[in-house]
């Protein structure tokens, strides 16, 4: 949790303030009890009465003072950690931008949504309660040993042993359900992956009559989420009838033995009310502690869990470079990649590529196709060899440089909810002749035009479009973009053959002047590339124009074979 204060900028002064001005509140508490003791020994005892009044005047005006700090305290704290809270919130979200794409794989989407989400709220809350309660009942704790002492020498033991005892239980609970906590989020995580994973596939689920077993796995999900949640209650509803059981037999103890002392005359009747006031005190103090436990654990387990999210290396960007004209605009020398395995995902990539020259790319399905797009748009760095753009090594670039240089449309595009001129507009373009113009060369003006052109609704992931018009907005959005560089990763997968020739057309006759990276699973889509790159299993099997293929590559003779047989019968 420490390691998330450095986001309390611009609310320190709160957060430094609110628990001041609690412990001045529980200074005023302990205050009370005194004034208790000297109205009964005094005021009451000797039947003053206009004492007894002006004492409770006292009292009330010292209650009043009291709850103007408390108020103070509780704005204050309550202003702190919602400002942490925004804090954490917008550092983790452009975390998030940042991070490598493979360690955000790997943590999961559902996951990252969590902690950025769940987590926080929880080590938001936890921080107000601790500004508001965790020093106030120290300060009542140890002041009420301490006025013990002043009260009554010869029992302060009683208190102090006590409250040592309450809080050694207080401890061994806490410790224990940090861990309980934490399983108990990690749960949730497989919650909400699972629930994401039955929205996105909820077609093929109906599809295959698995409402059932989608239902059965999510259930068992949520039963163990119970569990774990259960068992970390069950352990924090032992904190409170804990500290009552052990403050209430020093009570006991308290009342035995300062009895027979008033009887004796060496305690007064007001000290003995004084010191089960400050027993009562000292046990409200460690249960209201018992309750801020179970937050205090939530929350440090959900630090821990958005501090690991803020451990994962940021990709960071190069400090810039001057791309030379008359470099190639694409070189890769014995680049490679691995996500970490043994075995490269795709490796031994040696590419030339100068403007106006196509790559086609192809290979079986797990070949390294998107893995080799990544590369090039520096979504993986090469763990071996080099990936040059424009003359420069690609790592050397600002993130701004490199965005102006390479383009991707990617395989499974993603529009975002809004119209389509918002998500054209990401490409940093907002003139509409040249949207319309890219979306003409998409063929996607044609179906666009048919609503309400630009202003046309785009719902979430661009849901109300096919697969085939989705990719169709994502290749203009490229286009717009007019990148020297440009990476068709499958985009027009979802094409048919017409159409998708038609485009590819569109797209040559518009990129002559650029360097095209065209992925695809269809031979007759790459076949007048410039140079064709065969893939298998992350190794190149072949590299050379159409024909050299045909004579020289059994796997590209394979797969040209069985696409254009799949195309005539198309």
């Known amino acids: 949790m420490l390691k998330l204060l450095k986001y309390l900028k611009g609310y320190r002064a709160a957060a430094i303030a609110a628990p001041l001005f609690k412990i001045i509140e529980a200074i005023i508490e302990l205050i009370i009890p005194l004034i208790v003791a000297y109205m009964i020994d005094h005021a009451i005892a000797d039947e003053n009465i206009t004492l007894v009044i002006?004492?409770?005047?006292?009292?009330?005006?010292?209650?009043?003072?009291?709850?103007?700090?408390?108020?103070?305290?509780?704005?204050?704290?309550?202003?702190?950690?919602?400002?942490?809270?925004?804090?954490?919130?917008?550092?983790?979200?452009?975390?998030?931008?940042?991070?490598?794409?493979?360690?955000?794989?790997?943590?999961?989407?559902?996951?990252?949504?969590?902690?950025?989400?769940?987590?926080v709220t929880q080590a938001q809350q936890g921080?107000?309660?601790?500004?508001?309660?965790?020093?106030?009942?120290?300060?009542?704790?140890?002041?009420?040993?301490?006025?013990?002492?002043?009260?009554?020498?010869?029992?302060?033991?009683i208190g102090v042993s006590a409250g040592v005892a309450a809080f050694i239980v207080l401890l061994v609970v806490m410790n224990a359900g940090v861990s309980r906590f934490s399983a108990m989020q990690k749960r949730l995580d497989d919650i909400s992956?699972?629930?994401?994973?039955?929205?996105?596939?909820?077609?093929?689920?109906?599809?295959?009559?698995?409402?059932?077993?989608?239902?059965?796995?999510?259930?068992?999900?949520?039963?163990?989420?119970?569990?774990?949640?259960?068992?970390?209650?069950?352990?924090?509803?032992?904190?409170?009838?804990?500290?009552?059981?052990?403050?209430?037999?020093?009570?006991?103890?308290?009342?035995?033995?300062?009895?027979?002392?008033?009887?004796?005359?060496?305690?007064?009747?007001?000290d003995l009310i004084a010191l089960v006031n400050y027993l009562n005190q000292i046990m409200l103090a460690l249960i209201t502690t018992a309750t801020l436990m179970v937050l205090i654990s939530k929350a440090i387990s959900s630090a821990a869990r958005i501090n690991a999210v803020f451990d994962l290396a940021e990709d960071q960007s190069g400090d810039g470079a001057i791309p030379d004209p008359d470099a190639p605009l694409v070189e890769l020398k014995d680049a490679s990649y691995s996500f970490g395995g043994e075995e490269n995902a795709v490796g031994g990539l040696n590419i030339t590529l100068r403007r106006g020259e196509t790559l086609g790319v192809i290979g079986t399905t797990g070949s390294g196709k998107s893995t080799l797009a990544g590369l090039l748009v520096r979504f993986y760095r090469a763990t071996e060899g080099s990936v040059r753009i424009a003359g420069n090594n690609i790592l050397d670039y600002t993130d701004e440089q490199l965005r102006s240089l390479v383009t991707l449309a990617p395989q499974k595009p993603l529009l975002f909810s809004g119209t389509v001129r918002e998500n054209l507009a990401m490409s940093g373009c907002n003139d509409p002749e040249k949207m319309q113009d890219k979306l003409n060369i998409a063929r996607a003006w044609e179906f666009i035009s048919d609503k309400e052109g630009l202003d046309t609704p785009v719902t979430q992931k661009g849901n109300n479009f096919s697969g085939g018009e989705k990719q169709r907005l994502s290749l203009a959005r490229a286009l717009l973009r007019?990148?020297?560089?440009?990476?068709?990763?499958?985009?027009?997968?979802?094409?048919?053959?017409?159409?998708?020739?038609?485009?590819?057309?569109?797209?040559?006759?518009?990129?002559?002047?650029?360097a095209v990276i065209n992925i695809s699973q269809r031979a007759g889509t790459i076949r007048r590339a410039d140079k064709i790159l065969v893939l298998d299993g992350g190794r190149v099997m072949g590299y050379g124009t159409h024909q050299q293929l045909l004579e020289n590559c059994e796997l590209y003779r394979m797969l040209s074979g069985k696409t254009e047989t799949a195309g005539g019968q198309a």
């Open 54 to 119: 002006g004492l409770g005047a006292l009292m009330a005006g010292l209650s009043c003072v009291g709850l103007g700090f408390s108020l103070s305290c509780q704005y204050l704290a309550s202003k702190a950690a919602v400002g942490l809270g925004c804090n954490i919130r917008k550092a983790l979200y452009s975390h998030l931008h940042k991070l490598n794409l493979g360690d955000a794989d790997r943590m999961g989407t559902g996951a990252l949504v969590n902690r950025l989400s769940t987590d």
């Open 127 to 157: 921080f107000a309660m601790f500004l508001r309660l965790m020093l106030r009942a120290p300060v009542i704790a140890a002041g009420g040993a301490i006025m013990s002492i002043i009260v009554a020498p010869s029992l302060w033991y």
């Open 193 to 270: 992956r699972f629930t994401g994973e039955t929205i996105r596939g909820e077609r093929v689920i109906r599809a295959f009559a698995g409402e059932k077993r989608s239902k059965d796995k999510f259930d068992k999900a949520l039963d163990s989420h119970c569990r774990a949640a259960v068992a970390a209650s069950a352990l924090s509803c032992l904190l409170t009838p804990a500290a009552t059981v052990i403050i209430n037999a020093a009570v006991v103890v308290l009342l035995w033995l300062g009895g027979g002392m008033v009887n004796d005359g060496t305690l007064s009747s007001g």
């Open 482 to 514: 007019d990148a020297p560089v440009l990476v068709l990763d499958d985009a027009a997968s979802a094409l048919d053959y017409v159409t998708e020739a038609e485009v590819m057309q569109s797209v040559r006759r518009t990129c002559r002047d650029k």
